[in-house]
């Protein structure tokens, strides 16, 4: 009974010793297994193709031929008809306008005119007087002066009334406002009655743009500016006519970054001689990347501290160690490794996220 008694607790510990052995052993296979952790290892290979930049883009007028019509002086708008779409010609009048600029010119020259008189009659009698020795030359040097200014002042005066558009010996009010160059109407700024203020005023009487070639821009980011150049072919696409493609160079790539987008403006002159292409519309700019060989990972297995981009590679034993890595451009789902990877390597594509050491840890 006493042999029984000890051998019973005895075996009761190495059962209970066993189990504990088997426990542990179980754990460290669950931690080892990269499918029950939720981390998955893959083999990144380098490929060779090419593919396509794709841009998105919009169409917009060339600055250089499009003007804001202003009122060259202030007055009220008279007969104006434009309206939005509506083809003018160089020199065409839009409207009409009546102004009190113009009666205050010609009064301030009428006004020239009579201090003129005035002051050639003065000189006249101060060289008689001068020529009898009955004024002194001094004098005669002041009314002289008198005169030149007067006579200043009524050019002064007429010049006013040209610039305005009028002339000295008329009697209108009235002032025709033309266009500047031959173009399409895109917006109207006022309307018929209104009052103008030349020097006040921030609406134009109407915007005028020359669309018989426009500009199609888009964003270029900095991953992609490398494969942008001057002169490169561009496929250009528009929702709006489904099918058919249109083909440009790149014109011009921006030397500078919008500090909201961070991107530069890419610019493609397109002709448009049936005035297809409108002002604001969207369209899509295609660049042919040629033939590289590069290594593409999911974008799922870059990790992002700060301005870094890392993944993770396993260093043997069910640990795994942070590599640096520059990205380039992405495509679809994956994203292009510049550096920091070689073709051949396993990389965490999945999970990556738990390997990161919590912060404070």
């Known amino acids: 009974m006493k042999t029984s008694s000890l051998l019973l607790p005895l075996s009761l510990c190495t059962a209970m010793s066993i189990g ?16 029950t952790s939720g981390i998955k290892v893959s083999t990144v290979q380098a490929q060779t193709g090419s593919d396509t930049l794709t841009i998105p883009g919009r169409v917009e007028a060339d600055p250089a031929k499009l003007v804001h019509i202003y009122a060259p002086l202030s007055g009220r708008l008279l007969n104006m008809t434009l309206t939005p779409g509506q083809e003018v010609h160089k020199g065409q009048t839009v409207a009409m306008l009546q102004s009190g600029d113009v009666a205050q010119a010609r009064s301030d020259f009428e006004k020239a005119k009579i ?11 101060g060289k008689t007087l001068y020529a009898h020795e009955v004024m002194a030359q001094a004098d005669l040097q002041e009314l002289q002066a008198t005169d030149e200014a007067a006579h ?3 050019e002064r005066a007429r010049q006013r009334i040209h610039e305005l558009g009028f002339s000295e010996n008329g009697t209108s009010d009235v ?13 109207i700024g006022t309307s018929a009655g209104e009052l103008q203020r030349s020097l006040e005023t921030t609406n134009g009487i109407a915007t005028v743009a020359n669309l018989d070639t426009v500009w199609v ?5 900095e991953q992609d500016l490398r494969l942008i150049h001057n002169g490169e072919p561009v496929t250009v696409t528009f929702s709006a006519y489904s099918g058919e493609t249109f083909h440009g160079v790149v014109a011009n790539v921006g030397d500078s970054f919008d ?14 001689p049936d005035h297809r292409f409108k002002p604001a519309m969207f369209a899509s700019l295609q660049i042919a990347r040629p033939s590289t060989t590069r ?4 974008q799922a297995a870059i990790l992002h501290e700060g301005d870094a981009a890392e993944v993770y590679v396993p260093a043997g034993n069910g640990k795994y160690v942070v590599r640096i890595v520059t990205l380039g451009a992405t495509i679809g789902d994956k994203v292009e490794v510049l550096s920091g990877l070689s073709s051949g390597e396993q990389i965490v594509t999945e999970g990556a996220a738990f390997l990161r050491q919590p912060v404070g840890d």
């Not at 002032?175 to 917006?187: E, F, H, N, R, Y």
């Open 20 to 35: 504990i052995v088997g426990c542990k052993h179980s754990a460290d296979t669950t931690q080892d297994l990269p499918a």
């Open 115 to 125: 201090e003129v008189i005035r002051a050639d009659g003065a000189l006249n009698r």
């Open 152 to 154: 200043s002042e009524e």
């Open 175 to 187: 002032t025709a406002v033309t266009s500047p160059i031959t173009g399409t109407v895109l917006d």
């Open 217 to 221: 821009t888009g964003d270029v980011y």
């Open 259 to 272: 500090p909201s987008t961070h991107a530069v403006k890419m610019r493609v002159v397109l002709a448009n």
């Open 295 to 298: 290594i593409l990972v999911p």
